[in-house]
């Protein structure tokens, strides 16, 4: 799992969304993961917070949905510089190293989307109710784009 944790963690153009659910207790539910010693039911209870607040985001439990709204709801550099690109009639250029680290990090962000119930229910050793999200597997690097499109 640390390489999950990893990858969020390495977001620097979109670190805001590290502070945003369900980021934040997705995080939690990592860094428990990969803590030794740590006891099953704290692991449990950090996943089920996890679920938790991705329904609390998506009615229907999709966490790709949940990133893309974060992702859209991002105040970030590179949306500010698109959107100052575009006041200036496009004299005002956007950096290229912004513009390839942006395009970077939306890839992440696309990875850590597809993540599913599968995927992080393989670390919890528990023969009981495990409470389950889908991924619809949104590719949030084309609504981003779409969204900055759209605006100024």
Known sequence: MSEVLSKINSLAIFRDVRQKEPFQSLITFLERVDEVGVPQEKIIEAYSEFVGSVYE?????????CVKRAVLDSDNPYRTACIEHKKSGGNQNISALLSMMADNEL?????IASLSYPDLSKYIFYDGYIPQFKSSGLHISKSYKSMLDRIA
């Open 107 to 111: 890839k992440v962000l696309d990875e």
């Open 57 to 65: 985001i998506s009615s229907d439990g999709d966490f790709s949905e």
